[in-house]
């Protein structure tokens, strides 16, 4: 069964925007000197700072909580990137940098949804917190999938919302606010088409490699 055109121009695209972000991470890593820094030790550091930026946004400061998670995302890449270029690539760092991000992702949702029902010391803005958490199941089915697929031998890339648009999305949301209930919905619906994309990719390679009758 032929794949729709837009899905593999979306499978070109990701693909040539991960590898242009991967050959940034490089040449940052160098000027930054961060190669004396151990990956695991980078992907704590990201989190640390995206806890900060998520309390940020708990407590209001939208604009400085989104600057703050920008630069969280960046050491998201970074730590993969030392790891690439000083041949420390592991499997507990790979199993340490997915759970870091889930944790990264579930802790900026909260924040989210505590702005929303409580900024103003007032439970309120319930359509919003269901958007949250649609979003958040839906970004953490994406990444669990392409997990749980890739530790059984299938491969799971692309789709419309992988973790680097869904961190410039939440970005983009917090900098400019008028912006955030639009990006809840596209975040909230999107993330899930996404997983289920991804499981239709694994589905295709599972009949691909089928044993015949």
Request: proline share 4%; charged share 15%; with cysteine.
């Amino acid at each position: 069964m032929p794949e729709p055109a837009v899905i593999g121009w979306l499978r070109v695209f990701t693909s040539r925007f991960q590898e242009w972000v991967r050959t940034l991470a490089r040449r940052a890593v160098e000027r930054l000197r961060l190669l004396g820094f151990s990956p695991n030790a980078l992907t704590l550091v990201g989190l640390a700072i995206t806890v900060a930026g998520a309390v940020l946004v708990a407590a209001g400061d939208l604009l400085l909580g989104g600057v703050v998670l920008l630069v969280a995302g960046a050491f998201d890449i970074f730590d993969g990137a030392v790891a690439r270029v000083t041949g420390q690539v592991r499997r507990y760092g790979a199993f340490l940098d997915s759970t870091v991000d889930r944790y990264a992702e579930g802790v900026t949702f909260i924040a989210l949804l505590y702005f929303f029902l409580f900024n103003d010391g007032q439970a309120r803005h319930s359509t919003e917190a269901m958007l949250v958490i649609a979003a958040l199941l839906g970004s953490l089915l994406v990444s669990y999938i392409r997990a749980r697929a890739q530790s059984l031998g299938f491969a799971c890339e692309g789709g419309l919302l992988a973790r680097p648009e869904r961190v410039l999305l939440i970005v983009a949301a917090l900098v400019v606010p008028p912006l955030l209930v639009p990006i809840l919905w596209i975040l909230a619906v999107l993330t899930n088409v996404t997983a289920v994309q991804r499981i239709f990719f694994v589905w295709q390679q599972s009949r691909q490699t089928a044993p015949a009758d």
